[in-house]
C-alpha cells in the first residue's frame, strides 16, 4: 500500500497533477515582495507543498510603488492590470488557488467575477472588507507614512470626487447611514456586490459559482476592520445593527450566488486566532493543507497499474 501511494505521487507529478498554483494579493500597507510578509506566506506554501509555484500581485514596477498602489489609485484599472498579468503568467493557465489578504481578499473576488481567465479554483480571503468598511481603516501600530497620508485626504470626504476615484480605501467605504450616495458614488463595492437595483451583472454570478471553493476566515480580535465581520458579508443596517450575511437581500435574493453555494457546502466560514492580519505559521499551514493540497484521496482510490 505504502509503496503504491509513493509511486503515485510520482505518477501525479509526471502528469502534472501536482498542487495547483498559488497566487497571493497582500493587503494594505504591505507589498508584493516583503520577505517577511508575502514571503514568508509563499515559503511555507512551498515548504508544507513542495514545487508549488506562487506568485504574488505586483502593482507598480518595484515593491515600493507597489505598496503605494494599496493606497492610491482606481482599484477597477488596478484590477484591470492584474487581470492582465495574470493571464501572461505561463504557470497559471490551468487554474489555480488564491489567498487574499485584508482588501486583497475582496480584489480576487472583483478578479473572479470580472475576469477569471484563467480561473481560481478556491478562493480563501483573510479578514477580508468583503461588505465593505464603516469606518477607514486605521493605521496600525508602525507609522506608516502611506497610510497616514491616505487618511487625511480621505478626510476631506469619502465621496468628493477626487477622493473617491484616488483612494482604495474609499472604493470599499460604505456609510450605513447613506447608502443611497454610496451606491450612487462609490466606484467599485456596489458594483462588485451587484447591489444596484435595476442591473444585476449575471456574469458576476456565473464566475462565482465556478469557484470550487469559498473560504471566508474572520479574525477573532480584528480591531482593524469595521465591523470585522465584513469578512463574513456580514454589515451594519441604517440602525447601526449588525446583519448576518444570511438576512441580507444579497443573500436571500442570491445576487452573487453566494446562497447557492453555502447550500451547495461550498462556503466555509473560518475564524484565525488573533487580531488582524496576525496569522500564526500553525493556522496558515492547516489553511494550506486543507484548500491548497490536491485532491490526493479521491486520486488514491485508482490503482496504478
Ligand atoms: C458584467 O461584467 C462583465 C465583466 O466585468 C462585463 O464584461 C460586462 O460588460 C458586464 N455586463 C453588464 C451588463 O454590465
Redesign the pocket.
Given at each position: 500500500m505504502k509503496k503504491s501511494v509513493i509511486s503515485l505521487v510520482c505518477w501525479m507529478a509526471a502528469l502534472g497533477l501536482a498542487h495547483k498554483p498559488v497566487v497571493l494579493w497582500h493587503g494594505m500597507g504591505d507589498s508584493c515582495c516583503d520577505p517577511e510578509s508575502m514571503g514568508r506566506v509563499a515559503g511555507l506554501i512551498q515548504e508544507a507543498l513542495p514545487g508549488t509555484f506562487v506568485h504574488s500581485v505586483q502593482i507598480g514596477d518595484d515593491p515600493d510603488s507597489d505598496a503605494n498602489a494599496g493606497f492610491f489609485g482606481n482599484i477597477n484599472e488596478q484590477l484591470e492590470k492584474v487581470c492582465n498579468d495574470l493571464a501572461e503568467i505561463p504557470e497559471l493557465q490551468d487554474g489555480f488557488n488564491a489567498i487574499g489578504f485584508s482588501q486583497g481578499g475582496q480584489f480576487l473576488r472583483g478578479y473572479v467575477q470580472?475576469c477569471n481567465q484563467p480561473a481560481i479554483h478556491n478562493l480563501i480571503t483573510f479578514g477580508s472588507q468583503h461588505a465593505g468598511v464603516s469606518d477607514i481603516p486605521g493605521c496600525a501600530d508602525q507609522p506608516d507614512f502611506r497610510c497616514n497620508l491616505m487618511r487625511s485626504i480621505a478626510r476631506r470626504g469619502v465621496y468628493t470626487d477626487y477622493v473617491r476615484k484616488h483612494i482604495i480605501q474609499a472604493q470599499y467605504y460604505k456609510d450605513p447611514k447613506n447608502y443611497d450616495v454610496y451606491l450612487n458614488k462609490n466606484i467599485f463595492l456596489p458594483d462588485i456586490n451587484n447591489e444596484f437595483l435595476l442591473h444585476k451583472?449575471k456574469?458576476?454570478k456565473q464566475n462565482l459559482l465556478s469557484l470550487n471553493k469559498l473560504v471566508l476566515i474572520k479574525f477573532a480580535e480584528d480591531e482593524t476592520v469595521r465591523p470585522a465581520e465584513s469578512a463574513w458579508f456580514w454589515f451594519y443596517n441604517e440602525e447601526g445593527d449588525l446583519i448576518p450575511l444570511e438576512d441580507q437581500p444579497l443573500y436571500t435574493k442570491d445576487w452573487l450566488g453566494l446562497k447557492t453555494l453555502n447550500e451547495d457546502n461550498r462556503i466555509d466560514f473560518e475564524v484565525c486566532p488573533g487580531a488582524h492580519m496576525r496569522i500564526s505559521d500553525e493556522y496558515l499551514i492547516m489553511i494550506v493543507s486543507k484548500y491548497l493540497s490536491s485532491d490526493l484521496p479521491l486520486l488514491m482510490q485508482q490503482t496504478p497499474a
Open positions: 470580472r451583472n456574469t458576476y
